[in-house]
């Protein structure tokens, strides 16, 4: 059972749609990631969470700590957004953050 | 610039052979961990670091061994490659506190054949 779950695994947009991603988490976190991996490279963190809702150019993502469950906004999309979009928490407890990560999202936008 | 530096970004060895992949990170952060990411399974711990001094097991640490060389250096190492090991690597790291985010280095492809 993965702790940790996206849907959907592939999403095909057409430039200008809104995107949204999901992820829901089975455990207490501390924090939730989302993190974004372009094909053939490295992976960089668009946001961490601990509630609420953060906002950055045209992303945005939001947390609901009661539903365990947490989305990722991208709003005008554009082909540049095409990436691997992967959603990843950290437990509750202990004085590390080591992170469970869901299987990721491969997100496709045409022009 | 500041963040987090692996080495070599490819490898392809032969079975039964070792080598080192390098990780260090110039941002003061306390804990350091390496991932693997395979098709299909994402990505999985295989070691992590919670301090200078500590090294822990992760999910999938069978055939690899770590060091904590000092607070900015965190090493993976693989003593007897095979060919399930065969994957991207990916350290990272992250500083003390919630607020502190995760850094991912770029990467290693390692094949093994």
């Known amino acids: 059972k993965n702790e940790v779950e996206q849907s959907p695994q592939n999403l095909t947009a057409q430039e200008g749609e809104f995107i949204t991603i999901n992820c829901s988490y089975s455990?207490?976190?501390?924090?939730l990631h989302w993190l974004q991996q372009h094909p053939g490279g490295g992976i960089v963190s668009l946001f961490m969470?601990?509630?609420g809702k953060k906002k950055h150019g045209r992303l945005i993502a939001t947390i609901n700590i009661q539903e365990k469950h947490s989305s990722l906004h991208i709003t005008a999309s554009h082909p540049r957004d095409s990436a691997v979009y992967i959603c990843?928490?950290?437990?509750?407890?202990?004085?590390?953050?080591?992170?469970?990560f869901g299987k990721g999202t491969l997100l496709t936008v045409n022009p | 610039n500041a963040g987090v530096t692996q080495t070599p970004k490819f490898q392809v060895l032969k079975t039964g052979q070792s080598m080192t992949l390098q990780c260090a990170q110039d941002?003061?952060?306390?804990?350091m961990y390496w991932y693997r990411q395979d098709p299909g399974m994402g990505l999985r711990l295989i070691y992590y670091?919670?301090?200078?001094?500590?090294?822990d097991k992760g999910e999938v640490p069978n055939g690899y061994n770590v060091s904590r060389l000092n607070k900015r250096e965190f090493s993976l190492r693989l003593e007897s490659a095979a060919p399930s090991q065969t994957s991207v690597y990916f350290c990272?790291?992250?500083?003390?506190?919630?607020?502190?985010?995760?850094?991912f280095g770029s990467g290693t492809r390692l094949t093994v054949v």
């Open positions: 990272a790291s992250s500083g003390a506190g919630i607020k502190r985010g995760y850094t």
């Open positions: 455990v207490g976190i501390s924090a």
């Open positions: 969470l601990s509630s």
């Open positions: 990843a928490v950290s437990m509750s407890g202990g004085s590390n953050y080591k992170l469970t």
């Open positions: 941002m003061n952060h306390n804990s």
């Open positions: 670091s919670a301090s200078e001094g500590t090294t």
